[in-house]
């Protein structure tokens, strides 16, 4: 079983709604990163939140982190189809191990 | 930027043969890493180094060697290609190893194995 694993296979939202992906991990953690794949193309980092953070932004993405239940979300907010991808959550000790991965359309 | 780069893009081999897939960081990073991705799997570990000349399995070495010559370059190796090697392969590379760490990864390399 996967030491991360976000709960949804897939999601659709139109442009300029907001979306959550969620994420659960089993084991104390020092730090949660969220990934992004486009189509094509290696995965690419998206927010590291550490475990003394329970909430981290950038631009307009905002990542959470529960440690008492072991929960990350990952929120995007006014969608643009460019948003289209699969996103994934890692975490890990001395190695990163990834979820399955949310695979997200945003249509016009 | 970082920058991680896989050759080649994409290869078709055939069942038996002997693979190599190459991967070349420029990042000054200690750490490198082979992760397949198949559909449905995410990401997984097939092999990792943190130092020129020695390597480290992952989560499934089976069926796969792992070479790191020099601190920039890591290549993984399939001796006897199979069917159920056809993946997308991806290399990436870290400052430290651990989660707290940014992986850098590569544009990935898309195996099919006949």
């Known amino acids: 079983s996967q030491l991360a694993e976000e709960n949804l296979w897939a999601l659709s939202v139109h442009e300029g709604e907001s979306v959550t992906v969620n994420c659960s991990y089993k084991t104390s953690i020092t730090a949660l990163q969220w990934y992004r794949q486009k189509s094509g193309e290696g995965p690419a980092q998206l927010i590291l939140i550490r475990s003394n953070e329970r909430e981290k932004r950038n631009g307009r993405l905002r990542a959470t982190l529960d440690t008492s239940s072991q929960s990350s979300s990952l929120s995007i907010t006014a969608t643009r189809c460019e948003d289209t991808a699969v996103y994934f959550c890692?975490?890990?000790?001395?190695?990163?191990?990834f979820g399955s991965g949310t695979r997200l359309l945003v249509s016009p | 930027e970082a920058a991680v780069t896989q050759s080649p893009r994409s290869k078709v081999a055939v069942t038996g043969g002997k693979v190599t897939l190459s991967c070349h960081q420029t990042n000054n990073h200690d750490y490198m890493y082979w992760y397949r991705q198949d559909t449905g799997h995410g990401l997984r570990l097939i092999h990792y180094?943190?130092?020129?000349?020695?390597?480290e399995k992952g989560d499934i070495p089976d069926g796969y060697k792992a070479s790191r010559p020099s601190q920039e370059n890591f290549s993984l190796i399939l001796e006897l290609a199979s069917l159920s090697q056809t993946a997308v392969y991806f290399c990436?590379?870290?400052?430290?190893?651990?989660?707290?760490?940014?992986?850098?990864f590569g544009s990935g390399t898309r195996l099919t194995v006949l």
């Open positions: 180094s943190y130092v020129a000349d020695s390597t």
């Open positions: 990436a590379s870290s400052g430290q190893g651990g989660g707290a760490e940014t992986l850098y």
């Open positions: 890692a975490t890990g000790g001395y190695k990163v191990v």
